[in-house]
């Protein structure tokens, strides 16, 4: 989905200027203030002059990601001072450090299921969303998303979704309401071409599944004769207002198993610049999906390795198991 910067960026700078503006006038002088009008009107100045979202040093363009988070931003990445950078490098550290603390426990067992995942970040933060939440009840609710973006950004829209789906939980709503929801609260305030696509479950003690798939790759549901793919119902979180969605109720006996993924496995590309695909995921699910979830998914992951050899991995991988035990 594909948006104007230049026009969110101008839109954001005009919409800070006049909170600041306000607050100078109705408040004592106050010098952080000023200076920050001051920073203000001199990114609008950039866009007159053409010059907004370059570098001051090399006049490359600045990353879009540090233009969204920050749009008064003078400098690319290369050309930060030393101090910058180290800031920088500590703000990562312990967003990471965040992020990491919002995963769910691995090894997961609870009423007669059990879920485990794999998270490996393409670098230090991850906009990939994995959580597993137990009700107070006999359910539990499992999802796995992926918000669209890289970088420091695409993990504060991770730990936005991570808030989201953990406060509409105790409503006790299905899973297409769920989304539907979440759709919306996650979609307020965001700028165009910010969305999530997800999947989210509910499993019951009875071997009941229900599964609404807002835009994501298709799960992959194993038993002992067959693999089926669980394509998208609906388009991705925050797309579009108002949006509806519908869900996917399936029965698992004892040892069938759901494979849910981020496309940084299926897009994974190897020195050749080959994708991974679907159709190998699913001969590896396929040979591998009597093993124990934590071996079922390592052994994806093994098969993901071997097929990229050297070539470099441009996007974050998560998967996750869900075994009927």
């Excluded at 769920?178 to 979609?187: I, V």
Aim: proline share 4%; glycine share 8%; aromatic share 8%.
């Amino acid at each position: 989905m594909s948006f104007d910067l230049d026009l969110v960026m101008r839109e954001q700078l005009v919409m800070r200027r006049e909170r600041v503006a306000t607050a100078i006038s109705t408040a004592r002088p106050d010098p952080q203030l000023t200076a920050l009008l001051a920073e203000i009107d001199a990114a609008l100045q950039r866009f007159e002059s053409g010059t907004y979202g370059l570098c001051e040093v090399c006049h490359d363009s600045v990353e879009a990601a540090r233009l969204i988070a920050n749009p008064m931003e003078r400098f690319c990445l290369d050309h930060l001072n030393e101090k910058e950078r180290s800031a920088l490098e500590d703000d990562l550290k312990l967003a990471s450090q965040i992020q990491r603390g919002l995963l769910p426990d691995h090894n997961l067992c609870f009423q007669g299921w059990r879920f485990e995942y794999s998270y490996e970040p393409a670098g230090l933060v991850s906009g990939d969303y994995v959580d597993v939440i137990p009700t107070q009840e006999t359910d539990i609710f499992f999802a796995l998303g992926d918000v669209a973006g890289k970088g420091v950004a695409a993990s504060m829209l991770m730990a936005k979704l991570h808030a989201v789906f953990r406060s509409l939980i105790p409503l006790g709503l299905h899973v297409d309401q769920l989304a539907e929801r979440a759709s919306r609260l996650f979609g307020d305030g965001m700028l165009p071409g910010q969305y999530a696509t997800l999947i989210c479950g509910h499993a019951s003690k009875d071997g009941t599944v229900s599964i609404c798939n807002a835009g994501h790759p298709a799960a992959l549901f194993s038993r002992s004769d067959r693999i089926e793919p669980i394509s998208a119902t609906g388009f991705p979180l925050g797309m579009f207002p108002g949006q509806e969605f519908s869900s996917h109720k399936l029965k698992l006996e004892v040892g069938d198993t759901l494979l849910l993924y981020t496309d940084g496995v299926t897009d994974a590309l190897n020195t050749g610049d080959e994708e991974y695909g679907m159709s190998r995921l699913i001969d590896i699910a396929t040979a591998s999906r009597s093993l124990p979830p934590d071996r079922f998914l390592a052994s994806c992951l093994s098969d993901v390795a071997a097929f990229r050899q050297d070539a470099d991995r441009f996007d974050d991988i998560t998967l996750m198991g869900v075994r009927r035990e």
